[in-house]
């Protein structure tokens, strides 16, 4: 029997779908009253971790692909975002600023304000992916092989799967363990801007850049010294997106 092995070369460029979740269920304990019902009004009773992954839903379908360039923002390591090169595709910075734009319009129609407020509840996690703002080069670490417990991977994917599900964990086990803030601590953590949250996931890729040779085997100890990174980004993703939208349905 002939067996043919079609290799997938593809980019595939999402945080997975149980860091969206993670941050989508922290963020929804974190409403304002008012929020929450604007929330389930636009989102017909659906959770924000159940939307979360959306954006990454319609990648696929070639009707969304001007959307393909809104879940990253590449620029030089060790620049801040707003002295860099805009790229003419949008990014993310851009594409959150939209997202925002579009939710408050009340001329905006129905069908807008769902769509974009779906996109925002996914973009606002990518933020927090520190290999989504990252650098072009290698396309967020997309071009960097290494191996994930012997497997082949590479280190933006080590950042949007493999550390997250080496964990065993439900995505709402994730966001219990990692939502234990005090009202002091949270209140610092959504302080800034976006400006502000981009940088610090850029400084991140940098560190992660660094450590990592090409080819390297990834495994435990990579988990060791990661894993809290990774958890904090997803604490404060969860907190971040409450913020944005208890703003943004003040
Ligand atoms: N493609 C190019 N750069 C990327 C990045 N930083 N993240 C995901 N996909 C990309
Ligand atoms: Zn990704
Ligand atoms: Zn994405």
């Known amino acids: 029997m002939l067996i043919l092995i079609i290799p997938f070369f ?13 941050t989508g269920h922290i963020a929804e304990k974190h409403l304002t009253g008012k929020a929450k019902r604007a929330l389930k009004d636009l989102l017909d009773g659906h959770s924000l971790a159940f939307v ?18 809104w879940h990253y923002v590449n620029y030089p390591l060790g620049m801040r975002y707003e002295d860099s090169k805009k790229s003419k595709y949008g990014d993310l910075i851009t594409a959150i600023e939209e997202c925002t ?4 319009n009340k001329n905006s129609s129905r069908e807008d304000r769902v769509f974009y407020l779906k996109m925002l ?18 396309k967020g670490g997309n071009d960097i092989q290494v191996q994930w417990f012997g497997e082949g991977s590479n280190l933006h994917r080590v950042w949007d799967k493999n550390l997250i599900l080496s964990y065993g964990m439900t995505y709402t086990e994730l966001a219990t363990e990692l939502d234990q803030a005090s009202r002091k601590e949270r209140k610092k953590i959504q302080e800034g801007t976006i400006y502000d949250w981009v940088h610090e996931s850029h400084e991140l890729c940098a560190e992660i ?9 990834l495994g435990y100890k990579y988990g060791y010294k990661y894993n809290n990174v990774l958890f904090n980004q997803l604490q404060k993703g969860g907190l971040r ?3 944005v939208l208890n703003d943004l349905f003040a």
Not at 10 to 22: C, D, E, I, L, S
Not at 52 to 69: L, V
């Open 101 to 104: 734009r579009i939710v408050k």
């Open 10 to 22: 593809g980019v595939a460029n999402f945080w997975g779908k149980t860091g969206h979740r993670v």
């Open 241 to 243: 997106l409450a913020k």
């Open 52 to 69: 979360s992954t959306f954006a990454d839903e319609i990648k696929a379908d070639r009707a969304y692909s001007k959307f393909s360039a």
């Open 209 to 217: 850049y660094d450590s990592v040779e090409v080819g390297e085997k």
């Open 121 to 138: 509840i996914h973009l606002i996690g990518d933020l927090h992916q520190p290999m989504h703002a990252s650098r072009a080069e290698d």
